[in-house]
């Protein structure tokens, strides 16, 4: 689980980077699917991983509003500040924790059973379903996407035979 939480995070700088050539109208104009534009998908993603981890430690968590960070820097600067929480929370991250039963939470799914596990699978894969958005809105812009290829990444290390993530 480490591993794609650490190929997020590198998609999501590349793609970050991708975004300093477009306009503040490019980033901000509303597009089919997702929940506006690209800049708005970016801030989505952000909030969601943070917020479900923060469900996972038993803090409180609260919805930031996307108007108050419309730009790529308070867009990148939200992120540096989430990251931090979330990142510390994934190295120590281990494979016993995914079966923790989830006690309560705000989310649609209030009344089901949910794991930790199945908590970190969707936020793995709602990031990554998001970035296929971004992939065909770039395409549509006639830009060409960040790759979404995992391997060449270099993201599992061999260390006497074993691999490290």
Not at 118 to 132: K, Q
Request: glycine share 6%; net charge negative.
């Amino acid at each position: 689980m480490k591993t794609l939480f650490h190929y997020n995070w590198m998609v999501r700088d590349e793609w970050y980077q991708w975004c300093e050539e477009l306009t503040e109208e490019e980033l901000l104009q509303k597009r089919t699917g997702g929940v506006g534009g690209i800049l708005h998908t970016l801030f989505h993603i952000i909030d969601v991983e943070w917020s479900w981890i923060r469900i996972l430690q038993g803090k409180p968590d609260f919805q930031e509003k996307f108007e108050e960070y419309s730009t790529l820097a308070k867009v990148r600067e939200l992120d540096t500040q989430f990251h931090q929480e979330v990142e510390e929370f994934i190295r120590n991250w281990d494979d016993s924790m995914e079966t923790n039963v989830l006690q309560e939470t705000n989310a649609d799914w209030t009344g089901e059973t949910l794991t930790w596990g199945e908590v970190m699978c969707h936020t793995l894969a709602h990031e990554i379903h998001h970035i296929g958005q971004l992939s065909v809105w770039a395409r549509e812009l006639g830009k060409k996407p960040i790759t979404a290829n995992l391997i060449g990444r270099n993201l599992l290390v061999r260390q006497n035979n074993r691999i490290i993530g």
